[in-house]
């Protein structure tokens, strides 16, 4: 039903912007350039709603198929709506036109086909200002699926704990959040990305999940660009929801187990100790920390892998503890009220939907409506959790308003307020 109510709206979004282009249409004095215009709208719009009525009748292909046609949406509704708004605002100009220039007619003695003064110049100008404001959305899909989702920003967080250890004031952690590497078509692009990495020398280096779409396949390739970063404290990283290979009909289970055993293996030769519901304890001159690592955990649809009381087994509860875990939803779930404190939670998986709004002091995506913590530091009591924005991408092949990110936070020892770098 809901669909059927979405493509609806579709088809009078359609129709209400042809209006429009008509009228916009109407003062070329070519015949055929006019047809050629309304041929290729309308042409386009054929292309989307055949490709939605081929989703249910094939089996093979059908994911990319709905790639394509989401990624085709964005590129043709989204400048439509924002065309059509303007349309709205001229018929509404018009409207109240008309009604004001009933009532002067009929009470103010105008002379019968008289206009007043302020509607002498008709504001012929509003369908082009809405043809710019289409054009705003379409340059920036086009962007991110062409450069913007390869426009690695860094970004810093300088997090205050009381109960850290004195030897760790000023300890830097680089975190490196769906990588995702199936899904990147240009080597020499990433490579920027992962000098970014390198280039922080952080004392730490965390990976939180998803290296791959489903395959351990996809690194082919890849191992030496990723293989080469170093932390004088370790490189440390945790399984995400699609490392598990639970999105592929395998042949058999055993081929299922494989790619994951696969995985791991290129975890370790990437050098990465990875921690499957595990603790790994770093010691610093006369302190030390736990780093706690646990495999996905989501809520439905997603399996919940996850086991926190196996990964705090045998860490001092007064230790200083770090958790790594895909999926933030865990944060609410389970982290903020485990029995032992966790002071810092750092998570992915999101993506900011690869799709929103960032400004300073506000940030919208789609996503926060399943994810309320789904970008950037939340804090809840003397506990923090930082959800990175994604190193890659999946399913609509770019990026826009929410660019990958590298984050580098640093951990000072005393008690101020949440600050941004």
């Known amino acids: 039903m809901w669909l059927a109510v979405f493509l609806s709206s579709l088809v009078l979004i359609d129709w209400y912007v042809f209006q429009g282009i008509r009228t916009l249409t109407s003062r070329f004095s070519r015949v055929i350039t006019r047809r050629f215009i309304h041929i290729g709208y309308c042409g ?8 939605v009525s081929a989703v249910f009748f094939i089996s093979s292909g059908r994911f990319r ?8 949406f964005l590129f043709t509704y989204l400048p439509k709506l924002a065309f059509a708004l303007f349309l709205a605002l001229e018929d509404l100009y018009r409207l109240l036109r008309s009604v004001f220039v009933y009532f002067a007619h009929r009470f103010a003695g105008l002379k019968p086909g008289a206009r007043p003064e302020i509607f002498e110049s008709r504001r012929k100008f509003i369908s082009q200002l809405g043809l710019l ?7 920036s899909i086009l962007y991110g699926v062409t450069l913007g989702k390869y426009d690695f920003r860094l970004r810093k967080e300088t997090l205050y704990f009381d109960d850290l250890p004195e030897a760790f004031d000023g300890f830097t952690i680089t975190q490196v959040s769906d990588i995702h ?37 996809e690194m082919e390739g890849w191992m030496k660009m990723f293989g080469g970063f170093e932390a004088p404290w370790g490189k440390f990283s945790i399984t995400g929801n699609h490392d598990y ?29 990875l921690l499957l519901n595990e603790n790994a304890e770093i010691a610093k001159g006369n302190g030390r920390i736990a780093l706690l690592g646990v495999e996905n955990w989501g809520r439905r649809p997603f399996k919940q892998y996850g086991d926190l009381k196996k990964a705090a087994f045998g860490v001092d509860p007064s230790v200083f503890k770090i958790l790594l875990s895909h999926d933030p939803s865990h944060w609410d779930g389970e982290t903020l009220d485990f029995p032992q404190r966790i002071p810092l939670t750092l998570a992915g998986h999101t993506h900011g939907m690869q799709f929103g709004i960032e400004i300073p002091g506000w940030k919208w995506s789609p996503v926060k409506y399943r994810y309320p913590r789904w970008a950037g530091l939340y804090q809840e009591g003397d506990k923090l959790l930082y959800v990175n924005r994604g190193f890659g991408f999946l399913g609509f092949p770019g990026r826009v308003g929410i660019w990958p990110e590298v984050t580098v936070i640093t951990l000072r020892k005393g008690r101020r307020s949440i600050t941004t770098a």
Do not use: C, H
């Open 133 to 139: 404001a289409a054009s705003v959305p379409f340059a």
């Open 65 to 72: 198929l709905m790639v394509f046609l989401f990624v085709f």
């Open 245 to 273: 290979g639970d999105y592929v009909d395998w042949r058999s289970p055993e081929e299922k187990e494989k790619n994951f055993a696969d995985l791991k293996a290129i975890q370790k030769e990437l050098g990465f100790r």
């Open 181 to 217: 590497v199936g899904s990147f078509d240009d080597k020499k692009a990433v490579q920027k990305g992962v000098d970014l990495i390198r280039a922080q020398e952080s004392d730490l280096l965390v990976f939180t999940g998803d290296l791959v779409n489903n395959r351990a396949a």
């Open 44 to 51: 386009l719009s054929f292309v989307f709603f055949a490709g």
